[in-house]
């Protein structure tokens, strides 16, 4: 083994242990993966193990080919000290080969191997969740055709009627689904719905007695720690109130009344907690059932499921196609057969799995087939099990963990040791978890199982702040839900509150960097080290639980503030404004009586067609024609300006029809994209970023599987498959839910949300792998539904287990954190809240926080206190103090101030006008010359002329944009030449060539931008301009502007007058965006061919007159 890292006895128990079955139960921080890939190696070197002869499953692809990467650096590690690297260039060649993956693509992988054997083509395709969801209602479709055609089935026709509401059976649907999907986890679907009406003959009561006698002992228990607890602080006469309060619990009777006689708040909390839940279960087993109960429909669905699952595989084998639910399923039928199993068995000398918390009982069925003596490893944390939604059992790694022997393993490794937290952080997660996570509420008793630091744990720190929200009359009253409130200022203020402290957070990041960029020149490290360390906003995550108000509000804020934040959350590219233009044109071209798509095409700024002229059209059509047909039958039978513009509107619509007959829709689109100029109005109007959401756009149709015609693409759209992901900047702040975060670390963790109250399951229907499925009984009269006692057992069993998986999201939420744990949450002062220091009783993740928390130094805030009047100039953050301004950093700081900018215009009044640079110096020197570029003007639909200024000026500032000074001149123009720029014809090539020669000797030792587009705040109004060329060079900047101003244009005072306002404002606004001093602006004209100086123009101008 490498002497580089020092294991723990138990690390190196879960490396170097031989011949048997190994279960490692590696809590938050305990180096599981790191372990796993040091066994991989272990084996490797001593054993002569082969990659090639292992099974390594992970939870997820992203983990697979971190996996494999990990290996390749530990394995060229070893190679590199080795004294024979021919051993350790042979694994690593096989990496890109070994079966390291997740358990579903190892099963699509073992269904090809073995086609032959299941009756399966050997070409099936895979089937995305759309695909598969639009297959499942076709077979819905089948299997309600077939049940509601049939003769004597009154039971279905009630149940199905019982659930159409308004028009539609959306209820039956996903009611289905959800009992199909929940059914094809386990590893025998039939015999799960042979078995799910089981209980209804009146056994549940037996499974119901047995939870309820567990909860009991639980009470008990709890009932024995706090007369204990009374004894030792002398508090006699709330002591024999509480054993007589345990003796009636005992007795299944009403319990006594209770004593606070010489106690505290804080046990009288507790004391009055314990009687509340010793009340309720009193009440809960006074009036139980054992009464058998109607099944009727109850079975109608088990066989209507069961039809619709019979539809679904004819349909997939007809189509030759599978989900990896049907490969998971095939691969344990091949596993089955004897023969096969062997043959597999024989491949895999190691089999390893990772985070086996998380798996589901078919996927268990699978992977237990490959056991053979000693060869299974297995690992994960019951404490982070949090994907129940994909009907992931942690029972399962619960069972073999409790009776290991039988199912062959060796006693459980239990990794407690934490190498991410800071001791305060770990103090507090025990402090939390100790009486929250027990054998009755979790699947372990957490005390036994304590997270522990090691010898170089940093000390950390955890910091609470508790948030008093701001009444508003005719407020929803919520305890601690800050999101029913029903008044965004608090949100605002709270929002506010985090955004200052994650600035001093900053700060203090910045500081730590600038003390180790010291100690690493003297030390002089590596400077890929160095590099590493320079991040600055990836080291803080906000956590939320869920999708939030607040998240949304602190995202909006922090990048107000100049702080790159980013939002993890679910887009689709025809939410976004600029991609809806693209597909409102392709739903025209599809369905020419589109009215909706067609006004939304012809009123944009490339065809510039107003609403008053919409209604000239409309009323002058002959028939009650659509509004597109009135458009029509308005450019054939009228010639005057606006039948122009209509018939410049349908040639490019049917234009674009006939090339949509034979070209895929990326072709159709990036044509429009190009002939609207799309791409640079983009840039100019909303920046680079809805720029790069275009190009995305464009990416995604050329792996759209449904992009060969407009019609299929646009039904996927229709049918929310035009998913899009962001990705975040390098360096940047995470705002993201607790399940986007597991396996992930930061070094500093805003954890927000936590006083969110819990959803009640108010399904119809319940699965569940033992009682079956549960329905609530069908009152036929009022055609209500109501709970019956298998419905209300199998609802608390539910709720537990969501209870249960939120405390583990709660533990996964506070172990992200390896230096600083910041707490914001909301709650009410009330008497005894957490507000004035009580631990509240309340199962949100605030509630089961609450007694640790008061035991922090914790600061309470009334937002009564907090003035928030929104962000001003005075931002409580200095972006130029942290991020020093250079090279490619200045697009982010042009685009980080378009988007501030952006912002404030959203929600400004009518007073503040948007405009462009040239327009304010055209208010001053009042002339209608040349304007900086404006798209809006340049695609308005206009009568040709020889030659249009407009077309001409954007041809010419494409084409220096294009031309790469670093060639030289011949190579570079012929570069621009196949650009395919539009209008290119009016471009003179001489007039280039003298702008290069003038141009190149100002880029000599510096840095250039071109054609950025900002906005500026001026006043009372925002401005909007393009730089067509900065140069940075020694910390300083140059403006360069071109101008194809005509020569008579040049002649005129007022011309001049406007570029000389124009300098000013240049020099302004770019110095204080870019943070850095601008010491000129020039101006080319390509009439003049050189540089001009409006001043000097203007003396020669006045002497001529």
């Not at 409130?485 to 600038?514: C, F, G, P, Q, R």
């Amino acid at each position: 083994m490498s002497n580089k890292i020092k294991w723990s006895g138990k690390q190196l128990d879960a490396i170097e242990l031989r011949d048997k079955n190994l279960l490692v139960s590696a809590s938050a921080g305990s180096g599981k993966t790191s372990v796993m890939i040091a066994r991989i190696i272990d084996l490797i070197e001593k054993d002569n193990a082969q990659l090639d002869k292992m099974l390594i499953s992970t939870f997820t692809r992203a983990s697979a080919l971190d996996m494999k990467e990990k290996l390749y650096e530990k394995l060229l590690e070893k190679r590199n000290e080795s004294a024979d690297p021919k051993k350790y260039d042979e694994q690593i060649s096989l990496i890109p080969i070994a079966d390291i993956s997740t358990i579903d693509s190892w099963c699509v992988k073992l269904v090809r191997n073995y086609f032959y054997a299941i009756d399966v083509d050997p070409g099936f395709e895979i089937l995305d969740d759309l695909e598969s969801d639009a297959m499942l209602m076709i077979a819905i479709d089948t299997a309600l055709n077939q049940f509601l055609n049939s003769a004597n089935n009154e039971d279905f026709l009630v149940l199905y009627e019982s659930m159409y509401h308004r028009r539609s059976d959306r209820t039956f649907r996903e009611l289905i689904s959800k009992v199909y999907e929940f059914a094809m986890t386990q590893s025998n679907p039939e015999e799960w719905f042979k078995n799910s009406l089981n209980y209804y003959d009146g056994s549940y009561a037996k499974v119901r007695d047995e939870m309820y006698a567990e909860e009991k002992q639980g009470l008990l228990a709890e009932c024995d720690e706090m007369i204990n607890t009374l004894s030792a602080i002398g508090a006699t006469k709330a002591k024999e109130k509480m054993q007589a309060f345990a003796s009636s619990l005992q007795a299944d009777e009403k319990p006594s009344s209770l004593s606070y006689a010489d106690t505290d708040p804080f046990v009288r909390t507790k004391m009055e907690k314990l009687r509340d839940k010793g009340n309720a279960f009193i009440a809960k087993i006074a009036d139980l059932s054992n009464e058998p109960i109607n099944s009727a429909y109850a079975k109608q669905i088990v066989e209507f499921t069961l039809a619709v699952k019979k539809a679904f595989e004819e349909e997939k084998a007809k189509k030759a196609v599978m989900d990896f639910s049907d490969c998971e399923h095939k691969a344990y039928e091949l596993l089955c057969k004897e023969d096969i199993l062997e043959d597999v068995k024989k491949k895999y000398d190691y089999v390893f799995v990772d985070e086996y918390q998380d798996t589901n009982p078919l996927q268990e069925a699978i992977v237990s087939k490959l056991k053979k003596g000693g060869n299974m490893f297995y690992v994960g944390d019951i404490k982070q099990s949090i994907y129940a939604f994909r009907n992931c059992d942690p029972k399962i790694f619960k069972d073999h963990y409790d009776n290991y022997e039988s199912y062959g393993f060796a006693e459980p490794i239990d990794f407690v040791t934490n190498y991410r937290c800071g001791q305060k952080i770990i103090d507090f997660v025990n402090e939390v978890f100790v009486p929250l996570m027990t054998k009755n509420f979790g699947g372990i008793d957490y005390s036994k199982y304590m997270l522990q630091g090691f010898e170089k744990t940093k000390e950390g720190e955890v910091k609470a702040t508790i948030f008093k929200p701001v009444e508003k009359a005719g407020a929803v009253d919520c305890d601690y839900d800050i999101y029913n409130k029903n008044d965004v200022s608090n949100v605002e203020k709270l929002s506010y509150m985090i955004a200052e402290d994650i600035a001093k957070t900053i700060d203090k990041i910045k500081k730590k960097i600038e003390e180790e960029k010291k100690k690493e020149e003297e030390k002089k490290k590596e400077n890929k080290k160095k590099e590493e360390d320079e991040s600055i906003f990836s080291n803080i995550a906000v956590l939320t639980p869920t999708r939030n108000p607040l998240a949304g509000k602190l995202y909006e804020m922090l990048n107000q503030l100049g702080i790159p934040t980013h939002m993890t959350k679910e887009l689709y590219f025809s939410s976004n404004p600029t991609i809806r233009y693209i597909l409102d044109i392709l739903a025209f071209i599809n369905d020419n009586e589109n009215d909706v798509a067609f006004v939304s095409a012809i009123t944009s700024s490339f065809f510039n067609i107003t609403p008053s002229e919409i209604l000239t059209f409309c009323k002058n059509s002959k028939k009650k024609y659509s509004i597109a047909s009135s458009a029509r039958w308005y450019a054939s039978n009228n010639d005057d300006e606006l039948s122009q513009k209509l018939k410049y509107v349908f040639e490019f619509f049917d234009k674009y029809y006939n090339y949509s007959m034979f070209m895929p829709v990326k072709d159709t689109v990036s044509k429009i994209i190009v002939e609207l100029d799309y791409f640079d109005k983009i840039i100019r109007d909303k920046g680079i970023k809805e720029a790069d959401m275009l190009t995305m756009f464009l990416d995604s149709l050329n792996s759209c599987p449904y992009a060969d015609t407009i019609e299929s693409y646009l039904k996927y759209v229709n049918d929310g498959g035009d998913k899009c992901e962001i990705k975040p900047d390098s360096d940047c702040i995470n705002i993201m839910t607790i399940h986007a975060s597991k396996g992930l670390e930061f070094p500093y963790v805003y954890f927000i949300g936590s006083e969110t109250q819990n959803k009640h399951n108010s399904s119809l229907c319940l699965t569940d792998k033992q009682l079956g499925l549960g329905i609530k009984t069908l009152n036929t009269n009022d055609k209500m539904y109501e709970e019956n006692a298998l419905y209300s057992l199998m609802k608390e069993i539910s709720e537990k287990k969501l209870l249960e998986e939120k405390a583990r999201l709660l533990y996964v939420a506070l172990t992200r954190a390896k230096e600083g744990l910041y707490i914001y949450a909301s709650a009410e002062k009330t008497k005894n809240s957490i507000y004035d220091g009580y631990p509240i009783d309340s199962d949100t993740m605030l509630g089961w926080m609450s007694e640790a928390i008061i035991k922090l130094p914790f600061k309470t805030v009334d937002g009564a206190d907090v003035e928030f009047d929104g962000i001003h100039n005075n931002n409580i953050y200095n972006n130029s103090d942290v991020i020093k301004l250079a090279d490619e950093e200045f697009v982010t700081a042009l685009q980080a101030r378009f988007d501030k900018m952006k912002e404030v215009y959203a929600s400004t009044s009518n007073d503040i006008l948007k405009t462009s640079v040239t327009q304010i110096a055209s208010e001053w020197a009042e002339s209608d010359s040349e304007q900086l570029p404006q798209v809006d003007e340049e695609r308005a639909y206009k009568p040709k002329s020889k030659e249009d200024p407009i077309k001409k000026g954007n041809a010419y500032h494409k084409t220096m944009e294009l031309l790469d000074f670093n060639l030289d001149f011949e190579d570079a123009y012929s570069k621009v030449e196949s650009a395919g720029i539009a209008d290119f014809e009016l471009v003179k090539k001489e007039k280039i060539h003298s702008a290069y020669n003038a141009v190149k000797p100002l880029l000599e030792n510096g840095k250039a931008y071109k054609e950025k587009s900002f906005i500026y705040n001026e006043g009372s109004r925002l401005v909007q301009g393009i730089i067509d060329l900065l140069i940075i060079r020694d910390g300083v900047a140059t403006v360069v502007d071109y101008k194809t101003t005509s020569a008579y244009s040049l002649s005129q005072e007022k011309t001049m007058l406007e570029y000389e306002k124009q300098i000013a404002f240049y020099a302004k606004a770019a110095g204080e965006i870019i943070g850095l001093k601008v010491d000129k602006v020039e101006l080319y004209s390509f009439e003049k061919d050189s540089f001009i100086d409006p001043e000097e123009e203007l003396k020669k101008i006045i002497r001529i007159e």
